[in-house]
T-cell receptor, first 122, second 111 residues
Framework: DTGVSQNPRHKITKRGQNVTFRCDPI?????LYWYRQTLGQGPEFLTY????????KSRLLSDRFSAERPKGSFSTLEIQRTEQGDSAMYLC????????????????????FGSGTQLSVL | QQPVQSPQAVILREGEDAVINCSSSKALYSVHWYRQKHGEAPVFLMILLKGGEQKGHEKISASFNEKKQQSSLYLTASQLSYSGTYFCGTETQGGSEKLVFGKGTKLTVNP
């Protein structure tokens, strides 16, 4: 168990630039989540995957955000045309989710979080 | 849909007890508790499933009151290492399969 790995740890970019973050989950975990956290707040849900399928994306999330998980392994989160309001810690988490998704499926499985990518948009 | 945590902050002396509450306006399948230290990732503490069970993790335990849709985290005989921000995450019935986290409770344990 090597844990959830996120790269880069820090990213500084200028407004309007595109950025991409990578998350490598624990190898046998089929579920992968992206959360965003700002100072003094709890993690805010962005999107999640079961294997390679993106099952939900937050309705509050701008179309500038897109995520992929090709082959159900690592995942990337891309933000296009970054804005200062995008500055935050982006957290990835993985879990060994129920293979039969349904309500209550996530409740039985603990999430393992990565250390996050701190994004600063100047 | 975001659960409400209280209090927002707690300051204790080593050895004292604390209770952190997490309430939802929606019926819940489960409540998760995580602790996050400054600059680190949230770390899992425990899961409570509907049914009112109580779980324990060393001197940290929690309960889930299904009627009130409320969970409480109990920290007894606090240690310096308990300092951090505690988050509850909830999965609601009739909702999608994700955890929604509260804003957190910052716990500071002083010597």
């Amino acid at each position: 168990d090597t844990g959830v790995s996120q790269n880069p740890r820090h990213k500084i970019t200028k407004r309007g630039q595109n950025v991409t973050f990578r998350c490598d989950p624990i190898s046998e975990h089929n579920r992968l989540y992206w959360y965003r956290q700002t100072l003094g707040q709890g993690p805010e849900f962005l999107t999640y995957f079961q294997n390679e399928a993106q099952l939900e994306k937050s309705r509050l999330l701008s179309d500038r955000f897109s995520a992929e998980r090709p082959k159900g392994s690592f995942s990337t989160l891309e933000i296009q045309r970054t804005e200062q309001g995008d500055s935050a810690m982006y957290l990835c988490a993985s879990s060994l989710g129920d293979l039969r998704p349904g309500q209550g499926a996530v409740g039985r499985e603990k999430l393992f979080f990565g250390s996050g990518t701190q994004l600063s948009v100047l | 849909q975001q659960p409400v945590q209280s209090p927002q902050a707690v300051i204790l002396r080593e050895g004292e007890d604390a209770v952190i509450n997490c309430s939802s306006s929606k019926a819940l399948y489960s409540v998760h508790w995580y602790r996050q230290k400054h600059g680190e990732a949230p770390v899992f503490l425990m899961i409570l499933l509907k049914g009112g069970e109580q779980k324990g993790h060393e001197k940290i335990s929690a309960s889930f009151n299904e009627k009130k849709q409320q969970s409480s985290l109990y920290l007894t005989a606090s240690q310096l290492s308990y300092s951090g921000t505690y988050f509850c995450g909830t999965e609601t019935q009739g909702g999608s399969e994700k955890l929604v986290f509260g804003k957190g409770t910052k716990l500071t344990v002083n010597p």
